[in-house]
């Protein structure tokens, strides 16, 4: 059973940064597209960037150019960097696979974007 875990969650300001990690009990360049989603309270889930194992990417609109996927071989884990944060990115975000049956969803990390 593969596992998700996602950390690096927080309270920030408006126009402040974080740094997701997510890290698989699988190794996660043998997955064709992986990808972070959010879910804010009240709303569904929401596919938020994805990045192919040959390490192309992709945003939603309402994230492009604030955010960015990236991977770390030797670490195995997922990475989104968070720039220019606004209050609507607050949600509950969780990395998964994409457009294959997903993996059973990690417990995500808590985003906070208040002043």
């Known amino acids: 059973q593969v596992q998700l875990v996602e950390s690096g969650g927080g309270l920030v300001q408006p126009g402040g940064s974080l740094r997701l990690s997510c890290a698989a009990s699988v190794n996660i360049f043998s997955i064709n597209v992986m990808g972070w989603y959010r879910q804010a309270p009240g709303k569904k889930r929401e596919l938020v960037a994805i990045?192919?194992?040959?390490?192309?990417?992709n945003y939603a609109d309402s994230v492009k150019g604030r955010f960015t996927i990236f991977t770390d071989e030797r670490k195995n884990a997922v990475y989104l960097q968070m720039r220019r944060l606004k209050p609507e990115d607050s949600a509950v975000y969780y990395c998964?696979?994409?457009?294959?049956?997903?993996?059973?969803w990690g417990q995500g990390t808590q985003v906070t974007v208040s002043s």
């Open positions: 998964n696979r994409v457009g294959e049956t997903q993996y059973n």
């Open positions: 990045i192919t194992s040959v390490g192309s990417t």
